[in-house]
């Protein structure tokens, strides 16, 4: 009980602390944070090899799946 308590207070002294931080921090702060697409799509794209290759049953995946990573 206590420590939900003190979960509960300590979400809301950084609600507080947010809600307190100039717009301009705040947007700097989602610029900072915001993941590029190129990432994601290369991550989805590293995940499904390995995948393929747990499927596999340890069989190495083919050359061709595996490709250089785009840069941009």
């Not at 301009?24 to 995948?51: G, K, W």
Request: aromatic share 4%.
């Amino acid at each position: 009980m206590k420590s939900g308590i003190i979960m509960l207070g300590a979400a809301a002294v950084v609600l507080g602390g947010a809600m307190a931080c100039p717009p301009s921090v705040r947007s700097e702060l989602v610029d900072r944070t915001n993941i590029p697409q190129h990432y994601v799509l290369e991550a989805e794209r590293q995940l499904d090899v390995f995948v393929a290759w747990l499927r596999a049953d340890g069989d190495k995946p083919a050359s061709e799946d595996v490709s250089e990573p785009a840069l941009g």
